[in-house]
């Protein structure tokens, strides 16, 4: 539980939802949307939502999210 307590968990809102359906329209619209993960795009909505760099070793399954900061580590 000490590990977890280094993070700070962020709950999804409406305003998530609302960054989701327009990562997921814009990939759909740019035919990029086949094999992403729905549960990356909701972390990714979350991190465009709070403009939080998402720390991932998977820069290749967010790298088409537009307005997406990455640190691949």
Do not use: C
Not at 2 to 31: C, M, N, P, Q, W
Not at 56 to 67: I, M, W
Request: proline share 1%; aromatic share 10%; no cysteine.
């Amino acid at each position: 539980m000490r590990f977890l307590a280094l993070f700070e968990v962020g709950l999804a809102s409406l305003e998530t939802a609302r960054h989701y359906a327009r990562i997921v329209a814009d990939l759909r619209r740019r035919k990029l949307l086949a094999g992403a993960s729905k549960a990356d795009l909701w972390i990714a909505a979350w991190a465009v939502e709070h403009q939080a760099a998402l720390a991932t070793q998977n820069a290749k399954h967010f790298r088409h999210v537009e307005g997406l900061r990455l640190t691949p580590y």
